[in-house]
């Protein structure tokens, strides 16, 4: 069964903490993806990846980060230095830059 | 550049009449257009897309949309609308053209999306 998962679905931390969400893809796309989403915003792109070893900050890139070691993998690190880091976020593939993209489920983050 | 617009934040139908959902777009080159839906805390599923081909573009679940590029209008529609239906839909643009390669190039941009209420 080939798709997206992203872990854990919820997930909370204090103020401070950095956290790090989770995307794997088995569908052997090369090109990744990190949104958030907000209420009455749809989505920003925060960064996306080409190529593994290889990404680009998206809109909203300030205060996350992120790493692109293997081809299915593609983790999000929430810092301490974003200053309003509640929100869902989901990740999304793409065969390459261009081609249709498939979403995770998410993940909701609450920090408090 | 380019933009999209969602003329409406909500939207309420009753079950079995028809669903209109309104999408404008902007782009400096000939768009590829997508509606997507989104269940709660659910990830976006892709409903149909539009990249120059019919301009009337058949969906999942029975819904369509017709590319106008004369009013630069992409519109979602069902016939009949089912409680299933009910989510939160969003309309999504694709840069493309010679002057978008590069990092702009496949980039994909969102309305802020509209929220189907269907009653019984």
């Known amino acids: 069964d080939g798709g997206i998962t992203q872990s854990p679905k919820y997930l909370f931390r204090k103020e401070g903490q950095n956290v790090t969400l989770s995307c794997e893809q088995n569908?052997?796309?090369?090109?990744m993806y990190w949104y958030r989403q907000d209420p009455g915003q749809g989505l920003r792109l925060i960064y996306y990846s080409q190529i593994v070893n290889d990404f680009q900050k998206g809109d909203i890139a300030e205060g996350y980060s992120v790493s692109r070691e293997k081809k299915e993998s593609f983790p999000l690190t929430v810092t301490s230095a974003q200053k309003n880091p509640t929100a869902f976020y989901l990740c999304?593939?793409?065969?390459?830059?261009?081609?249709?993209?498939?979403f995770g489920p998410g993940t909701r983050l609450t920090v408090t | 550049a380019q933009s999209v617009t969602q003329l409406d934040s909500h939207v309420s139908v009753s079950e079995g009449t028809p669903v209109l959902l309104r999408c404008n777009y902007s782009?400096?080159?000939?768009?590829?257009l997508f509606w997507y839906v989104q269940h709660p805390n659910k990830g976006l599923q892709l409903l149909l897309k539009y990249t120059s081909a019919a301009t009337l573009v058949k969906g999942i679940n029975g819904f369509e949309a017709e590319f106008k590029k004369s009013e630069t209008s992409f519109h979602l529609t069902k016939p009949s609308a089912h409680m299933s239906d009910a989510a939160e839909y969003f309309c999504v643009v694709r840069s493309s053209g010679p002057n978008a390669g590069g990092t702009s190039y496949g980039k994909l941009t969102f309305g802020q999306g509209t929220i189907l209420t269907v009653h019984p």
């Open positions: 569908l052997n796309h090369d090109a």
């Open positions: 999304a593939s793409s065969k390459g830059q261009g081609f249709e993209q498939y």
């Open positions: 782009s400096s080159y000939s768009p590829s």
